[in-house]
């Protein structure tokens, strides 16, 4: 019987991940090395471990901007050695199946869509907050393939310059970057090194009772909730889902987010929908990659 099995490759700035995942979502097998030096020359060396006849496709997901009618990814920051390559086309021509890929928080939405916290949903969000902000959309069950950068809307007219070039974004408010420069910035006395200090060392002395934390993670979250608003009432979903490592700081600085996310929504669209953390973790987006194939079968 054919299961439709596919592989799904999520290729990061330090880690390259590959599965063999199964139609309904279920991961096989999974592969994980690391994505330093010739990353196309590992990528085909990590799918030839998983592939077999059986594999009907390969779906990839990478960090970055899609251009499909070239087959590229435009723009990749955290790798710009796959910038303008191929890889479709070399993929295609190796394995003689069927290859897609897209933005990697557009395929961990997908794959929160497939059978996490989106499953059975026509219609959501999906943030995802780790040291920026990315997202993906899946609106009337279908991913929405556009840029999607989410962390890239511009919340503040005048504001902090951000990574992506631009002034007043986002992830430059609430990402975990931003979180932890605040943190330098205002110093927390308990750390010794401040330079060393991360975002889970922020929420940990929040959950202390550390008031310098605590009103760090807070303002986070008070732009996290206008980026969300303006998504809520721009798509009006039936959920908005929180993934990422930020996500662990739920009852600090999502719910700071929830909150003034309330106020700016309307209330219509807002009383409308739930707002639930990822239940996929890592795998969301290896699962969301495969299912990119699934989709075109």
Known sequence: MNTRNSIGVDIGGTNLRAALVTSDGQILKKEKISSSGDVLS??????????????TGIGLAIPGIV???????????????????????????????????????????????VCGAGAGLDT????????????????NGLLLETATELGHITIERQGVKCSCGNYGCLEAYA????????????????????????????YRYAKDGDSVSIEILKDAGRYLGIGMANLINIFSPEAVIIGGGI????????KEAINEASKRSFKE????????PAALGDDAGLIGASHLVKGKK
């Open 124 to 139: 959501f969000v999906m943030l995802t907050l780790g040291t920026g902000i990315g997202g993906g959309v899946v609106y």
């Open 175 to 202: 990402g975990a970057g931003s979180i932890i420069n605040r943190a330098i910035k205002q110093g927390i006395s308990r750390h010794r090194d401040i330079s060393t200090i991360t975002p889970e060392d922020i």
């Open 67 to 113: 251009d499909r009618k070239k087959g590229v990814m435009s723009v990749s920051p955290n790798i710009p050695s796959i910038a303008g390559v191929k890889i479709a086309s070399i993929l295609e021509e190796r394995f003689k199946i069927p290859i897609e890929f897209g933005n990697d928080a557009s395929c961990a939405a997908l794959g929160e869509g």
């Open 247 to 254: 996500a662990g700081a739920w009852d600090i600085m999502v």
């Open 269 to 276: 669209l807002f009383e409308g929908i739930i707002i639930v």
């Open 42 to 55: 590992k990528l085909i060396d990590t799918i030839e471990i998983l592939y077999s006849s059986d594999v």
